[in-house]
């Protein structure tokens, strides 16, 4: 199974938490879902949203957030949680200690979700 076959499985029960044991949102298309990445007025999906990868002033967020996946020198990236067992890291740091895990760029997991529709109209 491909990378992007597996982010589409688990759309909807994967979820993305930081290192410090903050859960900084759940892995689903629906822009509707309080805890979505997806929700863009969401505290885990908004650019404004305190525990949202997205925001750019944040610590989860931005390329100075100290856990942030965006930050080219994090040694802390968010992890992808499936069945409680970490599957992924989400960085933008080339050099992340992996221990094992594969590492996933935050622009693709972000965009994988926003392509992905599961909202009823």
Known sequence: ?????F?????????????????????SSDRND????????????S???VYSIRNSYGIYGGQYGFFSPY???CQNPPI????EQPVMIVTKNVYAQTNGLTVLDPDLLLGVYAQTTSSVW
Request: negative net charge; aromatic residues 10%.
């Open 34 to 45: 309080l805890n979505s990445i997806n929700n863009p007025n969401g505290m885990y999906g």
């Open 80 to 83: 992808i949680l499936y069945q």
């Open 1 to 5: 199974m491909s990378i992007l076959d």
């Open 7 to 27: 982010l589409v499985a688990i759309n909807g029960i994967g979820q993305l938490w930081a290192t410090d044991g903050q859960f900084v949102g759940l892995l």
């Open 71 to 73: 930050n080219a020198y």
């Open 47 to 49: 650019q404004n949203g």
